[in-house]
C-alpha cells in the first residue's frame, strides 16, 4: 500500500497496524558510466518489490531522494544535504510518522552517506519517545540487511559491494542498459593495509574520512565492468528476500516490560 495515494483519515485508521516504511537514497555522481540517479532508481525498485510482497503489511513512503553526499560533491552533478541537516529531516520526517499513528517505522537505505545521519536520528528518537507506548523504529541499508545472503552468494566476481561497482552497475542493468555508458571503468587497487580498505571489500578496523576524489579518479570503486542485467535481477530477488524477511518478523516484536 502506498502512502501517497492514501486519504488522511485512512492513514489514521491504517497507521497502528502497519509498517511504514520510508527508504532513503541519493542524487550523486556514479563515475563516468552511471546515471547520478543510480541510488534513488535502485531504492525504488527494491522498494517496488517489498511493497508487491507485502500489500497488507507496510505503508510505503515515496523515496527520500536527495541524501547526505558532501563527500561526492568534487564531482559535478551531486546534489547533497548536510549530515546535520539530513539528521534533522529524518527526525522530523519520523516524528510525522509517529504524530499520523505509526507504531512500527522503517527506514530502507540506500546510499552509504546516510547511515551515520540515519543512526544519530534514531539516537535522539529513542531519547525523545521512551514510555509506555514508544514505537519501534529501526532502519538499515540494503547491503547490511542481506550480508548474510551476500556472503553465501556464489555469482558475484568481487567480495562486497562499494560505489558505482559491479553491484550498483548490476543493478542498473537490470533496470535499464540504456542508462550503463561505455566505458565502464572504476577504481579496483586498495592500500594493501591490514587496518583499512577503502574499496569496503574486507571490514576496516580504523574510521578514516576520505571523499571521492581522494579514492578515485572517476568516482567509482570497485570492478564494475563484470556487472551483468543477469546477476542485477539476482540481486534484486536476494535483497527483496531479505527485506521482506527482516519486516515481517519486525512485525512481530514486542516490547519489554519491567
Not at 213 to 233: F, V, Y
Not at 252 to 257: A, D, E, Q, V
Request: aromatic share 8%; with cysteine; proline share 6%.
Amino acid at each position: 500500500m502506498k502512502f501517497i495515494e492514501l486519504t488522511s483519515p485512512k492513514i489514521a485508521r491504517l497507521a497502528p497496524d502497519r509498517i511504514a516504511v520510508l527508504p532513503l537514497a541519493a542524487i550523486e555522481q556514479h563515475g563516468n558510466h552511471l546515471p547520478v540517479v543510480t541510488d534513488t532508481a535502485i531504492a525504488e525498485e527494491l522498494a517496488r518489490r517489498v511493497e508487491a510482497q507485502l500489500p497488507d503489511k507496510i505503508v510505503l513512503l515515496p523515496t527520500l531522494w536527495c541524501g547526505s553526499s558532501h563527500h561526492h560533491r568534487s564531482f559535478p552533478g551531486t546534489l547533497s544535504i548536510g549530515s546535520g541537516t539530513y539528521t534533522q529531516v529524518l527526525v522530523d520526517l519520523v516524528e510525522s510518522l509517529i504524530a499520523s499513528g505509526f507504531r512500527r517505522i522503517f527506514l530502507l537505505n540506500c546510499h552509504g552517506g546516510n547511515q551515520t545521519p540515519f543512526s544519530e536520528a534514531l539516537y535522539r528518537l529513542n531519547l525523545q519517545h521512551k514510555g509506555p507506548d514508544e514505537p519501534w523504529i529501526a532502519a538499515a541499508s540494503y547491503w547490511n540487511l542481506a550480508s548474510r545472503e551476500l556472503a553465501e552468494q556464489t555469482f558475484m566476481e568481487t567480495p562486497r559491494l562499494s560505489h558505482a561497482c559491479e553491484y550498483e552497475t548490476s543493478l542498473m542493468l537490470a533496470l535499464r542498459l540504456d542508462w550503463v555508458r561505455s566505458p565502464v571503468t572504476g577504481e579496483s587497487e586498495g592500500l594493501g593495509s591490514q587496518y583499512y580498505d577503502p574499496l569496503g571489500y574486507t571490514p576496516s578496523r580504523v574510521v578514516v574520512c576520505q571523499s571521492f576524489d581522494q579514492l578515485s579518479s572517476d568516482g567509482a570503486l570497485g570492478s564494475p565492468e563484470k556487472g551483468t542485467a543477469e546477476k542485477g535481477n539476482q540481486l534484486y530477488d536476494l535483497i527483496t528476500r531479505a527485506v521482506v524477511d527482516f519486516l515481517n518478523e519486525f512485525a512481530t516484536w514486542k516490547r519489554r516490560t519491567f
